[in-house]
């Protein structure tokens, strides 16, 4: 069965970091490529950042470039986003999820809350 379950949620100030992790199991976790996919409040989920850990390629929306930075530990099956100078437009559910085909997923987490505010 293939699960995935992000941690490390939480409420934040603005300028603050937190890294979120999404512990993976069921499947070949490294030759498999992975994003984070997050939803605000009344909003449609919006793409963040994707791996591809076995061509070692990532990639960033434009809204979080130079912020965020996407890794994963094959060792642990894990997937990670560290997210730095947070803003409160960052606030959302953020998602980890297994890319099946380009702009794809075939399996998600159950998502953890980023709140980011004074």
């Known amino acids: 069965e293939v699960q995935l379950v992000e941690s490390g949620g939480g409420l934040v100030q603005p300028g603050g970091s937190l890294r979120l992790s999404c512990a993976a199991s069921?499947?070949?976790?490294?030759?498999?490529?992975m994003s984070w996919v997050r939803q605000a409040p009344g909003k449609g989920r919006e793409w963040v950042s994707s791996i591809y850990s076995y061509i070692t390629n990532t990639y960033y929306a434009d809204s979080v470039k130079g912020r965020f930075t996407i890794s994963t530990d094959n060792a642990k099956n894990t997937l990670y986003l560290q997210m730095n100078s947070l803003k409160s437009e960052d606030t959302a559910v953020y998602y980890c999820a297994r890319v099946a085909t380009m702009n794809e997923y075939d399996y998600w987490g159950q998502g953890t809350q980023v709140t980011v505010s004074s």
């Open positions: 069921g499947f070949t976790f490294s030759s498999s490529a």
